[in-house]
């Protein structure tokens, strides 16, 4: 299964080299620039986690009565990275999920957040995904990157969900980006330190041993089967396609941003 793996990193790697080396992190100049990339991201952020319980229903038992259901060794594995994801320690060592600690860093940097609340307010009240990202007004790359992910869930097909939750998430931001937000900390004075903790612990549990663990669940559930692995690999492309043009409508708005300003330093 190693030789299964190492080719569908081969399959993969255009698309990630081209959000790893996308020209969107070079173009976060300032905290302003930095809030319209969290604008888009937390949608991300707040997705992995749909697509990460979907997980742990298809791979555990989620229902009472409760029954042993699967391998035990990927029940240990999903239930892991279940309880890392959604109560790890925030700065002052307090539980929190990474999506609510997200929020706290855009409230801190003055992000605004109320799409992203009005869109999980629709949802709670029971609308449609469509529905409730049009009320809530979302941009429409975020739009189409939630209903990629939720084609994933819908599909019911579990080695895909978890080659997608493997190979298309947050790993994916560079190190030069989490140096950008060191130097803009820096320089307003921790101004967005919980965003800089985000970044740090997210990427630290997600690039190390939740990735190792991740990748043991893709290995077992696609196993020696060739159809599940050219499945896992098309959804995993798709997924990063998705990303690609999330990050593509947050670059456009810093474009516009940017133009706007010459336009009016130059009257």
Known sequence: ME??????????????KQIVDHPLYASIMSIDDLNTFMEY??????DFMSLLKALQNALTCTTVPWFPVGDPETRYLINEIVTGEESDLDQHGRRK??????????EQSGSNTSSMLLLEQQLRAGHTLDDSAKTAQIPIEAADFI??????????????????FTFGREDLIPDMFINIVRDINKSLSNSISIYKYYLERHIEVDGDHHSHLALQMTAKLCGNDEEKWQQATDGVIKALQARIRLWDG?????KHK????????MQ
């Open 97 to 106: 999920s990474h999506y609510e600690l997200y929020l706290e860093a855009m």
């Open 147 to 164: 209903r990629q992910t939720f084609d994933i869930i819908h599909s019911g097909k579990a080695h895909v969900q978890a080659a997608v």
């Open 41 to 46: 991201h937390v949608f991300a952020v707040w």
């Open 258 to 265: 940017e133009k706007s300003f010459m336009h009016t330093t």
């Open 250 to 254: 947050a670059l456009e708005v810093l």
């Open 3 to 16: 030789n299964k793996l190492a080719q569908l990193k081969r399959d993969i790697e255009p698309f990630r």
